[in-house]
């Protein structure tokens, strides 16, 4: 069955950084791509963009561009978000999902990542 | 920037009919699909392409896309069918796009 299992929570001081693991399986990973969602405390889902699982091309968001890294690794079936020079309003679970092109929709998401970025 | 906006809450009794309506400019030229999230849980995807349910979704799940609005309705609505749904579309210039959530309550 198709899995995205994530790394567990994180605390963060400011201006550290964070990387966050996605790790699939139960499907063929180059087939669909994976896609970054960020939720704050209490609040909706908001889309940060998404990463290209045969080109490791990324496309960003309004808003997460810069300080918001979308990766591939060595690892096989794995995705990265890493998140430099960390403020508290980057509080929030970050969630990975799988992308279906013909859809226009993800169609499974990870667990999600707890980041905490206090002092 | 494209935006999708949902209202903020909606009450139905058990058995009852639930709609969430999802309103974007011209949504109904795109893919709408919407993703159901109970409390301290992933979201799950409930409809895709306006009408599809994937496996394992109840039949009482059902979507509508016509015009500026698509519906996401629940028939017979249960205590399980408690949580947010989020409407979601893509758009040339957003790209993928959340609708703002609408809490609903089973009273």
């Known amino acids: 069955q198709v899995q995205l299992v994530q790394s567990g929570s994180e605390l963060k001081k400011p201006g550290a950084s964070v990387k966050v693991s996605c790790k699939a399986s139960?499907?063929?990973?180059?087939?669909?791509?994976i896609h970054w969602v960020r939720q704050a405390p209490g609040q909706g889902l908001e889309w940060m963009g998404w990463?290209?699982?045969?080109?490791?091309?990324?496309t960003y968001a309004q808003g997460f561009t810069g300080r918001f890294v979308f990766s591939l690794g060595t690892s096989v079936s794995t995705a990265y978000l890493q998140i430099s020079s960390l403020k508290a309003e980057d509080t929030a679970v970050y969630y990975c999902?799988?992308?279906?092109?013909?859809?226009?929709?993800?169609?499974?998401w990870g667990q999600g990542t707890m980041v905490t970025v206090s002092s | 920037s494209y935006e999708l906006t949902q209202p903020p809450s909606v009450s139905v009794s058990p058995g009852q009919t639930a709609s969430i309506t999802c309103s974007g400019d011209?949504?109904?030229?795109?893919?709408a699909s919407w993703h159901q999230q109970k409390p301290g849980q992933s979201p799950v995807l409930v409809i895709y392409?306006?009408?599809k349910r994937p496996s394992g979704i109840p039949e009482r799940f059902s979507g509508s896309n016509s015009g500026n609005t698509a519906t996401l309705t629940i028939s017979g609505t249960q205590a399980m069918d408690e949580g947010d749904y989020y409407c979601?579309?893509?758009?040339?210039?957003?790209?993928?796009?959340f609708g703002t959530g609408t809490k609903v309550t089973v009273l």
């Open positions: 999902a799988r992308g279906v092109s013909a859809y226009d929709a993800v169609d499974f």
């Open positions: 139960g499907y063929t990973f180059t087939t669909y791509t």
């Open positions: 990463i290209s699982t045969n080109t490791g091309n990324p």
């Open positions: 011209k949504l109904g030229d795109k893919y």
């Open positions: 392409q306006d009408t």
């Open positions: 979601q579309a893509w758009d040339s210039s957003t790209h993928y796009v």
